[in-house]
T-cell receptor, first 114, second 109 residues
Framework: KAGVTQTPRYLIKTRGQQVTLSCSPI?????VSWYQQTPGQGLQFLFE???????NKGNFPGRFSGRQFSNSRSEMNVSTLELGDSALYLC?????????????FGSGTRLTVV | KNEVEQSPQNLTAQEGEFITINCSYSVGISALHWLQQHPGGGIVSLFMLSSGKKKHGRLIATINIQEKHSSLHITASHPRDSAVYICAVEGGGADGLTFGKGTHLIIQP
């Protein structure tokens, strides 16, 4: 079966712009979570969506937002981009909320802010 | 907030050696995950543990809930095992996964 699909794979944006990243989970998975990975901070949890509702949110500013659609696909949006937002953004899908069923990760979107 | 510590940060070994990577955390958890990340960024989930021990091929993961400690072992290591291994914990008062900094493993032929 198809894995977790993230689009686009690479993105270059200018400081001040906004960006939207997409994540299509494995068919049947209802939970999607998002993570940011940087060389300095490592992997950090952004937020988790389950059945179109944000279930958890990490310690990130309000510029980072997300949503989940009825088909479980999720998008995350970063507004007013800063140079420090340059990172690998990963999403993971799970059958249920909270990861009790384990996670399947996408290949990530590498965002560069110039 | 859960603090997740991994050791060692970097490990270089010869093919065939037995490898151990350690992970400790500060607050009780509901589950611990071992992840593998290859160059290019893709992450593969290796194990999810809440107690005891799990084995998959040459990989073994153990967890001691009382000690707040987990280990990942690789038997008969191979150059294709070269990757970053990341420990992540769930629960313990934090939302979502809390990650360790990772162990960069290189297996030389």
């Amino acid at each position: 079966k198809a894995g977790v699909t993230q689009t686009p794979r690479y993105l270059i944006k200018t400081r001040g712009q906004q960006v939207t990243l997409s994540c299509s989970p494995i068919s049947g998975h209802r939970s999607v979570s998002w993570y940011q990975q940087t060389p300095g901070q490592g992997l950090q949890f952004l937020f988790e969506y389950f059945s179109e509702t944000q279930r958890n949110k990490g310690n990130f500013p309000g510029r980072f937002s997300g949503r989940q659609f009825s088909n479980s696909r999720s998008e995350m949006n970063v507004s007013t981009l800063e140079l420090g937002d340059s990172a690998l953004y990963l999403c993971a899908s799970s059958l249920g909320a909270g990861g009790n069923y384990g996670y399947t990760f996408g290949s990530g979107t590498r965002l560069t802010v110039v | 907030k859960n603090e997740v510590e991994q050791s060692p940060q970097n490990l270089t070994a010869q093919e065939g050696e037995f490898i151990t990577i350690n992970c400790s955390y500060s607050v009780g958890i509901s589950a611990l995950h071992w992840l593998q990340q290859h160059p290019g960024g893709g992450i593969v989930s290796l194990f999810m543990l809440s107690s005891g021990k799990k084995k998959h091929g040459r990989l073994i993961a153990t967890i001691n809930i009382q000690e707040k400690h987990s280990s990942l072992h690789i038997t008969a290591s191979h150059p294709r095992d070269s990757a970053v291994y990341i420990c992540a914990v769930e629960g313990g008062g934090a939302d979502g996964l809390t990650f360790g900094k990772g162990t960069h493993l290189i297996i030389q032929p």
